[in-house]
Structure formats: structure tokens, C-alpha cells
């Protein structure tokens, strides 16, 4: 398998599948992200629709799909905290002018941090070079 790279973003839609796709711990069945996607995000997709989105996350360079036997996997090709981070940093950009601060602030004011978080994220602070 060649590894492509990505190309775009992932819809939201895609964005579900991937998610599916990462977290499992081999490569997944098809018929088991359909599945999940029902259970976990209450998406009900026709199993022509998950192929049909499948088709194009792999043309995007984030999956490939193979058969063995009747039954068809999935494998991801991209990183998901490569992707994530991406994502992060394009919205940082966008939405704060890659302020820093600016995302923190917007981060630590939507959820109630604990205190083993804030020692974790100190750390992570003392740890940078400026």
C-alpha cells in the first residue's frame, strides 16, 4: 500500500468514519464502521453511502480499503495526530491569528480545567524554549 498525501479536509461526515477508523485497534470491517457509526453518532448511512464516502477519503489519502475473503477493511494511511494537529493549527491561524494565548484563553474558558491538568499543561509550558 502507497502512502498518498492528503489532499483535503475531511467533511463532517468523513470526519466520523475517520474517527471510527483510528480508533479501532486493526484494521476494521466495513460492515463494523457502519455499525458504529449508528451506535456512536447516531448516523443511520445506507451501506452504499459509507462506500461511496470511503471512496473518496482514499482518493483524499487518508484510507486505503481491501477485501480478504467476503469481507472489506479499512486501513488508514494518515496519521490522525498529524491530522489533528492541522486542524488545530488551521483554526488557530483563522480564527485567532495564530495567537497563542488567544486559543488557550478561548480553550481554558469552555471547559473547567482540573488541577492534574493545569500541572500537566505547566509542564508543558516549562518545557518550551521561547
Known amino acids: 500500500m502507497r502512502k498518498k498525501k492528503t489532499t483535503n479536509e475531511l467533511s463532517p461526515c468523513e470526519s466520523l468514519i475517520m474517527k ?16 458504529q457509526l449508528n451506535e456512536r453518532f447516531q448516523k443511520d448511512y445506507a451501506r452504499t453511502t459509507v462506500v461511496t464516502f470511503l471512496g473518496k477519503m482514499a482518493d483524499k489519502g487518508y484510507l486505503n480499503t481491501y477485501r480478504k475473503g467476503r ?48 500541572d500537566k499543561i505547566k509542564e508543558l509550558l516549562d518545557g518550551i524554549d521561547c
Open 71 to 118: 469481507q472489506a477493511f479499512v486501513h488508514p494511511i494518515c496519521d490522525e495526530a498529524v491530522y489533528t494537529r492541522g486542524i488545530i493549527k488551521h483554526d488557530a491561524d483563522f480564527w485567532f491569528d495564530g495567537d497563542s494565548f488567544k486559543l488557550m484563553s478561548a480553550l481554558c474558558s469552555e471547559k473547567k480545567l482540573t488541577k492534574e491538568e493545569v
Open 20 to 35: 471510527i477508523v483510528w480508533d479501532a485497534p486493526q484494521d476494521i470491517a466495513v460492515q463494523d464502521v457502519i455499525t
